[in-house]
T-cell receptor, first 114, second 112 residues
């Protein structure tokens, strides 16, 4: 049990729609990062938030956006969904301290775009 | 550019030892992590290396050579529950920001 919860666990959308995924971080953690994981692949970094500001972004288009709230919960928004957006979306929280900054992952949201 | 390579799949026998290798190329290396991921579950932290050498944690050990861009995860006394994917991830520093670059994972199959 990592203390990181994601909702929903599964979601089915159609191409062109918009989706919001949610994440509640572990208590005391001030950093949250989001990843996209296709079947049989490693996670791909989408972006990271530290104290409510985005401070790192991977190679994802602007239609992937996010928010981090004062209570360190977070959202991932994806607009204009495409079929290739079908994947497992993982949220991970951590406490920024340098060195061994462990990520604690939620169980993920499995998104299917039809 | 950034690149992380690890074998796609490995098979080993219960009770044996297995070594999973990872090679990487990044511009701002700031540590290497190993995570374990069982099918359908989230990754869980196994180890962290930032200096050269071997870090041992029970049955699992991880080694790093920064000059060679190389790491390995060593699993001893293999158990059936060790069947999982093992992900190598490098923390890359760009300006004042960090991001984790992940390998595709090595699927480890343990046979009785």
């Amino acid at each position: 049990e990592t203390g990181v919860t994601q909702s929903p666990t599964h979601l089915i959308k159609t191409r062109g729609q918009q989706v919001t995924l949610r994440c509640s971080s572990q208590s005391g953690h001030n950093t949250v990062s989001w990843y996209q994981q296709a079947l049989g692949q490693g996670p791909q970094f989408i972006f990271q938030y530290y104290r409510e500001e985005e401070n790192g972004r991977g190679n994802f288009p602007p239609r992937f956006s996010g928010l981090q709230f004062p209570n360190y919960s977070s959202e991932l928004n994806v607009n204009a969904l495409e079929l290739d957006d079908s994947a497992l979306y993982l949220c991970a929280s951590s406490r920024r301290q340098g060195g061994e900054e462990k990520l604690f992952f939620g169980s993920g949201t499995q998104l299917s775009v039809l | 550019g950034q690149n992380i390579d690890q074998p796609t799949e490995m098979t080993a026998t219960e009770g044996a030892i297995v070594q999973i290798n990872c090679t990487y190329q990044t511009s701002g290396f700031n540590g290497l992590f190993w995570y374990q991921q069982h099918a359908g579950e989230a990754p869980t932290f196994l180890s962290y290396n930032v200096l050269d050498g071997l870090e041992e944690k029970g049955r699992f050990s991880s080694f790093l050579s920064r000059s060679k861009g190389y790491s390995y995860l060593l699993l001893k006394e293999l158990q059936m529950k060790d069947s999982a994917s093992y992900l190598c991830a490098v923390r890359d520093r760009r300006d004042s920001n960090y991001q984790l670059i992940w390998g595709a994972g090595t699927k480890l199959i343990i046979k009785p």
